[in-house]
């Protein structure tokens, strides 16, 4: 039997796809709501190389359209150990009713879901109370068998707490990956008025990243900006720049671009820089002026002038 998913008309004028989403945005969002492997109740499983398959993108694509919808756009969570998704808002496109057959399928649907939080997420967006309420309980029960016996509440706060403080704490280790760094140049590309970052541009500056650093892209897409160039072929030809003068790191560049800017000493210095010299040199610089002048002299009296030439050549003729 052929299993449909309905999307609003309304999706195309959500304020949210409209004024924040790229095309690309649109395409990934449209298929996770439609895509093969969705369930009734907005959690499921699937593998990010699944996804790079039937969208025809790579991995590292897959990886940045994630990161930026659920840190940026907000509307999905994923866990890695399960291959678990949830879409948070999936009852305002799913559920507009109700009745037995949907509940029975949401609740068999529920007890296969093995992140249970992710339950917790969809529950506010259902629109449906006989639904919505299915959600709740679930994740009541479950969040009741997680407690252990004679834990008190106070306890079990304080050790999700600490938890909470040590995976912050791994978040900001992580915010130098190299996913990170994609995505904070992805970031930066779209905001600062470059464009759409498309699938092309997206895997030329992960490409790079590897060839490069983040600070040689970071810097290029900066100068940029300041250049009026808002344009990726201007970027990539300082990145080329910067990687063959071996300039890798912020520090390195902005050491060349000083002494770069400095004003090079040539000919036309050599009075100011005589100016600045100390007395001493200008002195020495008097005396070998006078000795040139006087070897000038010398050599000019040892030369016969133009009537003992001729005399001279005469007389050689007669003899």
């Known amino acids: 039997m ?16 409209v004024e924040e989403f790229t095309p690309e945005d649109k395409l990934f969002y449209l298929y996770l709501l439609t895509n093969p492997s969705t369930t009734q109740i907005g959690i499921y499983q699937i593998t990010k190389k699944t996804m790079a398959f039937e969208l025809g993108y790579s991995i590292e694509s897959i990886n940045v359209l994630m990161e930026r919808f659920i840190k940026q756009h907000k509307l999905i969570e994923y866990n890695a150990e399960t291959r678990e998704i949830v879409i948070l808002n999936w009852g305002k496109y799913n559920f507009k009713r109700a009745g037995k057959p949907i509940a029975d399928l949401v609740t068999k649907e529920l007890r296969n879901v093995k992140y249970r939080p992710f339950i917790q997420l969809v529950a506010p967006h259902v629109p449906v109370e006989s639904i919505r309420k299915i959600y709740e309980s679930w994740y009541e029960s479950s969040t009741n068998r997680t407690t252990i016996r004679g834990q008190t509440k106070e306890e079990t706060k304080e050790e999700t707490e600490t938890k909470t ?16 760094e994609l995505s904070n140049l992805i970031s930066f590309f779209q905001t600062e008025g470059f464009g759409n970052a498309t ?9 790079e990243l590897e060839d490069s650093s983040y600070e040689v892209v970071r810097y290029a897409l900066e100068q940029s900006v300041a250049n009026g160039a808002r344009n990726w072929n201007y970027a990539k030809k300082i990145i080329k720049d910067k990687r063959e003068k071996n300039l890798l ?9 000083a002494k770069r800017t400095q004003p090079k000493r040539g000919y036309g210095s050599q009075e100011s820089a005589m100016k600045q010299a100390p007395a001493w040199v ?24 133009e009537n003992e030439l001729i005399e001279l050549l005469q007389s050689l003729k007669q003899g």
Do not use: C, G
């Open 165 to 180: 403080e040590e995976e912050t704490e791994d978040a900001k280790d992580e915010s130098s990956s190299p996913l990170n």
């Open 282 to 305: 200008e002195e020495e610089a008097k005396k070998q002026h006078e000795h040139d002048r006087r070897k000038r002299e010398e050599l000019n009296k040892d030369v016969p002038k």
């Open 2 to 17: 052929s299993v449909y998913r309905p999307v609003q008309t309304e999706f195309w004028t959500d304020p949210k796809v």
């Open 249 to 257: 790191t912020r520090e390195a560049i902005e050491a060349f671009e």
């Open 199 to 207: 699938t092309f541009i997206i895997d030329e500056m992960r490409y």
